[in-house]
């Protein structure tokens, strides 16, 4: 049996999310709130460094944090009709860049600005929030060019379209992508009615009034 650590708000829970919906792979759900201290200190226990998504595969008897590891995991040991990563090795190298060039580029940048609206005031960083802005945008106008009518890879849909789902969410709720890029809208209009980010948007839903507005 796995089990998934996670919250639903979590842009990367999502990523396992999508991942686990995508081939209807059996899994038990476990809930981490930080704000109860038993459900805090049972997850520091199973994962010490304290950042979700985790897994445990207790039929295998292994412990697997970190959301592209997630999937990269799930595509080796619990496969389905989705293969995440392709069995080319040129193409998997292209899609494991373009999920790291999600996260590393897009989302990073994107949760910089979020994480600085709940700051206190007297710690706020506008000169790193400008900083991220720039560099997000900088990575948006290359997901635009890089675009076509599909997937971020093409016809197939792979771990770089999971990454893609979170990070442009969330990045068109800080500015929405329609105006200035509107290939990435229409890709993410795309990644919203795929069965299982749908799925994973719509059990969010309770939850999305938890997230920083601007003020």
């Not at 809930?31 to 985790?54: H, K, M, T």
């Amino acid at each position: 049996m796995l089990k998934l650590y996670y919250h639903p708000l979590s842009s990367y829970c999502w990523k396992a999310l999508i991942a686990l919906y995508e081939n209807d792979t059996p899994f038990e759900k476990v809930l981490v709130n930080f704000g109860d201290a038993e459900s805090r200190d049972a997850f520091y226990a199973l994962w010490p460094v304290g950042q979700f998504p985790v897994v445990k595969d207790e039929t295998r008897d292994r412990l697997v944090p970190e959301s592209s590891i997630i999937v990269e995991y799930l595509d080796d040991h619990y496969p389905g009709r989705t293969r995440f990563i392709p069995e080319d090795i040129d193409m998997a190298r292209e899609v494991r860049m373009r999920d790291r060039f999600f996260d590393l580029h897009v989302h990073v940048h994107m949760q910089k600005i979020t994480g600085n609206r709940i700051r206190p005031e007297g710690s706020k960083d506008p000169f790193g929030v400008e900083q991220a802005r720039t560099r997000m945008a900088t990575a948006l106008g290359m997901v635009e060019e890089s675009l076509g009518e599909g997937w971020a890879m093409g016809e197939r849909y792979t771990l770089a379209d999971i990454a893609a789902s979170p990070a442009l969410f969330y990045a068109d709720k800080i500015k929405p992508l329609k105006d200035a890029y509107p290939k990435t809208n229409a890709y993410l209009e795309r990644l919203k009615v795929r069965p299982s980010f749908a799925r994973t948007l719509k059990e969010a839903e309770p939850y999305f009034h938890m997230f920083p507005q601007e003020t």
